[in-house]
């Protein structure tokens, strides 16, 4: 990496703003068009990179996405030595050491950021990278560590910080949040979880497989408002099977600390109720990194929670300004959604292309055991569009492989068009969901129907049979038939 030192204005092609995943995918792409066309730009096209706050990876691999598949990867390995249901097969448990897997969590976050970050960036050759905050100045100018910068593109993706809620109490007890939490030395006794949501999901179930006594308080009348409602229930069953305690439709009225312990005082069922527990953690969403970037400068426009506002092609109300990632107002907030935007913006700044992204194929998953993923239309946005449904429910109990490795508490469920039979939405509940929902976003981005999944031949025994069981659901019942058909 290379530090830009010097006093004066520097003029630069394009500005990356962040250090995650959009921002590496811009720096990463707008130097693969820079050396392209290098004669172009006259000779080698300058792009400065410009990174605070979290290391570079941003939230992804050093306090998500990664750390967090880790710890629950680490409970999925406790859980299934004491419950595989194999008959014959006794596993003991000796010893669990948080405090170890929580070290080796961050050893492998450092390999990655080194790897897959750090490294990366040395081999743009095109790119300075600069460690700072930067502020816009004026439509094309920032200022960063005291000097200014000027760009002819700017690309913003300084990404999100969890939300503190308005919550009476809150700001005088210490509470955490992924961050922290990620990175306990001490396990808790008792973990409170405000929100539930992807995060409050996961990491609930992450805590309660370690031995941690978990209670989330969600204020919806659900654990995850976007999913299949039949999916959702499903899994707080699960949740609450294994001990996590749920409230949902709770509202937090204020948080105390009292002889070592945090009190949570809540209202549910028109009674108010109180949780203690040795940490509160807080998963009630995210606010958008806006603050600081002095936005008024170049008049560029956010919406009520201060995310940039963009058009379909990353673009702000200013065209020479461009927005990836949670910082701005795009319809998902996701690590691959992101890098994709990132990649995608580059091109439409250096070379003037109108790329965008169909977001109605961009699949999701919450990383729960079992996983719950989802791509494209649920029954309610079918209905709600066109006044019609043609859905299927499958339970995994029917799937040859989810009777073999005896886990056949999941569902998955099929949207489609009834005049058409083209699928528009495919929610799975279930192990590695997260992996046989990419062959569900193939199949609605390419616009399939049930009859070519009808044709298809998945290998038996998988668990990726259960897209075409749903596909079959529309035609048979299901459950007369043998495992061959």
Not at 146 to 175: H, Y
Not at 190 to 208: D, N, R, T, V, W
Not at 268 to 292: F, M, Q, R, W, Y
């Amino acid at each position: 990496m290379t530090k830009q030192t010097s006093i004066g204005i520097k003029k630069f092609n394009l500005i990356i703003m962040g250090g995650g995943a959009g921002a590496f995918a811009a720096a990463i792409r707008a130097n693969e068009l820079f050396s392209e066309n290098g004669a172009k730009f006259g000779g080698k096209g300058k792009i400065a990179m410009i990174n605070a706050g979290l290391p570079l990876g941003g939230t992804c691999v050093n306090v998500g996405c990664l750390p967090s598949k880790i710890l629950l990867h680490a409970g999925e390995v406790l859980r299934l030595a004491k419950n595989h249901n194999i008959g014959g097969i006794e596993i003991e448990v000796k010893k669990f050491d948080f405090n170890k897997v929580i070290k080796d969590e961050m050893a492998m976050v450092e390999l990655s950021r080194e790897d897959h970050y750090a490294e990366v960036l040395r081999h743009l050759e095109n790119i300075t990278f600069i460690e700072g905050r930067a502020s816009f100045t004026g439509e094309k100018e920032i200022e960063v560590n005291g000097e200014k910068l000027t760009a002819d593109k700017f690309i913003i993706a300084t990404g999100s910080t969890a939300n503190v809620p308005p919550i009476d109490g809150i700001k005088e007890v210490e509470c955490l949040t992924h961050i922290e939490a990620l990175k306990l030395k001490k396990q808790p006794k008792e973990l409170a979880i405000i929100g539930a949501g992807p995060m409050g999901l996961e990491f609930s179930q992450m805590y309660s497989r370690f031995g941690t006594k978990v209670t989330i308080l969600e204020y919806g009348a659900a654990i995850f408002m976007p999913g299949e409602p039949e999916l959702i229930v499903k899994l707080r069953k699960i949740l609450e099977g294994e001990g996590v305690e749920i409230y949902t439709e709770a509202r937090v009225a204020n948080v105390r600390e009292k002889n070592g312990k945090k009190i949570v005082a809540y209202e549910h069922n028109g009674k108010t109720k109180k949780v203690s527990a040795d940490e509160i953690l807080l998963a009630a969403g995210k606010t958008p990194n806006t603050k600081g970037l002095n936005l008024k400068k170049p008049h560029v426009e956010t919406d009520e929670r201060e995310a940039i506002i963009v058009n379909e092609f990353f673009q702000t109300n200013k065209p020479h300004i461009f927005a990836v990632g949670d910082v701005s107002n795009a319809p998902l907030r996701l690590e691959t959604t992101a890098g994709r935007e990132g990649s995608l913006a580059a091109e439409n700044a250096v070379s003037g292309n109108k790329n965008s992204i169909d977001y109605d194929s961009v699949p999701y998953a919450i990383f729960t055991d079992p996983q719950f993923a989802s791509v494209g239309w649920t029954e309610e946005r079918q209905v709600r569009e066109t006044g019609a449904c043609a859905c299927r429910t499958v339970s995994l109990a029917l799937i040859p492989k989810a009777q073999i490795i005896r886990r056949t508490e999941g569902l998955i469920k099929m949207v489609i068009d009834p005049k058409t039979k083209r699928i528009l939405g495919i929610h799975i509940l279930s192990p590695n969901a997260g992996d046989l929902i990419a062959q569900a976003a193939i199949l609605i981005k390419n616009k399939n129907t049930t009859d070519d999944v009808l044709r298809s031949m998945p290998v038996f025994p998988t668990l990726s049979e259960s897209i075409k069981y749903a596909a079959l659901a529309f035609e048979k019942d299901i459950s007369k038939l043998s495992c061959c058909v």
